[in-house]
Structure formats: C-alpha cells, structure tokens
C-alpha cells in the first residue's frame, strides 16, 4: 500500500502544478478582455458610421462602382475566417471554421466558387490537413490586432473584388467571425461585405416605388467612393477582428476556468484516496504489531 500512496501523492503533485498554470493562464485572460473590450467599444462607433456614410454615398447616386453594383449572375465568392492562432480556448476556433463551412455551402448551392482567405493558425492548420486551398492568411496577431493588420488582410480582398472574375477576381465578399456578446456568449456570425446591400429602410422605400435622394459629390461620386470603400472594408475587418479577439480571451478564461475547477475537484478526489491508503497502511501496520505482539506472548507462555 505504501507505493500506490507514493502514486496518489505524484498525481496531487502534478495535478496542483496544472492547476497553478490553468489559474494563471484564466488571471492573464481575463485582464485581457477588459482592453479589448475597449478596443472594441472605440471601433464599433466608426465602423457604422463609415458603413452609413458608403451606403449614403452608393444609394443617393447613380454612378454605378465595381464594390456597390451586384452582378448579374455572381459566380464567384471571396469568404474571410477569422480564428486563433493559439489553443486553449475551448470551441472558439472550432465553431467560426463551422460556420466558415456552413456558409460555404451556402454559397456553392447558390453556384458560386468559393475562395477561402484564413486569418490565425487554427483556420490555417484545419485547411491544411484537409488539404483545402486557401488563397492567402495570416497569422500572429489574432489576440491583439491592429489597424494596420487590418490594413494588411483588407488589400487583397479590396483588389480581388475590383478584378474582372476571369483574371481571378470576386463577385462577393463575405466574413466570418466570432461577435462578442458578453464575457459568457460569444457567437459566430458571418456578413457579406461587399457589394453593399441596402438597408431595411431603404428597402422598404424601394418597395414602396418612392425615389431615394441625390446628393451632389465633389470631386464625383465615383472618387468618393473609391476613397471611402477602402476605408469602410478596413474598418469592418478591423471591428470584426477586435470583436474575435475579444470572444477569444472570453473563451479562453471560461476554458481555464473550467480546467482550474477540475483539477480542484481532482485533487480532492485524490486527497481522499491518499487518505484512505494512509489509513489502510496504519491499520496494517498495527494489525501486524498486534499479531506480533500475540504471537511472541503465546510462545512465552508456551516456553514456560
């Protein structure tokens, strides 16, 4: 009994060193989701008033524009997946390449070739085991992004969508990410990003047969909205990238915290079961002086 002790005390050791790195590794997250959480408070304001300012401009002109007129028949659909590039943060990564798949086929029921753009190792490392193409990716910013990522995914979405789709270019461009709802729901969610859909209440204007304003545009509509676009592409991708990163070090700290929990309820279990091994080694240790002391008597009294 004295080595299964040695064991059940190895595992405590082990377990309680776990513990140790889960805990601190719940700490380190959950400091994180305030700044983030701010980063994400800032963007948001922006983005949808860049998002009005695009749509005002595309619906209150004539000038038809590549990123705001759709295709006739659209055969071709860029879709960007942002992931993580680390683990540890239960189904986070998991649950936007789902919808990333989801909407995939989505799109290739529609009739439309799917080009897949990956942001974070997760996503890159899924695609590659599976031996699916991916047309570009990144990595190694995904907990905390930048403007300037966001700059650096946007340009060769922009540029695809500009192109002619026989010389490799998109009709539609569509983004998956993981929304950040609270520090307990974080949600994937998928948009498309281009060309601009109207909203529900220039829909319904549409519907009713009335005529939408027009605004004059200095230099021209056209270079308004080659200006804004980029802008408004960069700043989406921006947001959603925060939002992700957000949701990452949401899910993060609930895995550790969960871990954490385990392995208290681990060591419990273990404590317990030492504890009886201890004990059953003492009752044996007194059962064999006993025993001794029984046999040693009854051969004295023999002897005599």
Request: proline residues 3%; hydrophobic residues 40%; without cysteine.
């Amino acid at each position: 009994m004295g080595a299964q002790l040695r064991v059940y005390k190895r595992r405590i050791k082990s377990v309680t060193a776990t513990k140790k790195i889960t805990k601190a590794m719940e700490m380190i997250a959950a400091s994180r989701i305030v700044k983030a959480q701010r980063k994400v408070a800032a963007s948001t304001p922006y983005a949808s008033e860049l998002t009005r300012a695009v749509t005002a401009v595309a619906t209150g002109s004539n000038t038809k524009h590549p990123l705001t007129t759709e295709a006739e028949r659209a055969t071709r659909a860029a879709v960007l997946l942002v992931t993580s590039d680390r683990g540890l943060a239960g189904g986070y990564s998991s649950n936007a390449i789902k919808a990333a798949d989801r909407l995939t086929e989505r799109l290739t029921a529609e009739g439309k070739e799917v080009v897949t753009y990956v942001v974070g190792r997760k996503g890159v490392s899924y695609y590659g085991f599976r031996d699916r193409k991916v047309e570009e990716s990144w990595t190694g910013f995904t907990d905390n992004p930048s403007y300037a990522d966001a700059k650096k995914v946007a340009a060769p979405l922009i540029e695809a969508v500009t192109q002619e789709t026989a010389e490799g270019g998109v009709d539609e461009l569509h983004i998956v990410f993981t929304e950040f709802v609270s520090m307990m729901t974080q949600t994937p969610v998928d948009g498309r990003l281009l060309p601009l859909s109207l909203s529900a209440d220039e829909q319904q204007v549409e519907k009713k047969g009335e005529i939408l304003p027009l605004f004059e545009f200095e230099p021209s509509a056209e270079d308004v909205l080659d200006a804004l676009l980029p802008r408004y592409v960069e700043s989406r991708i921006y947001n959603a990238l925060l939002q992700s990163a957000a949701s990452e070090h949401a899910a993060r700290r609930r895995a550790m915290k969960s871990a954490t929990d385990n392995a208290e309820e681990l060591i419990k279990s273990l404590t317990r079961l030492a504890n009886a091994a201890r004990q059953a080694d003492i009752t044996q240790e007194i059962s064999e002086i006993v025993g001794g002391a029984s046999a040693l008597a009854d051969a004295t009294a023999g002897s005599d």
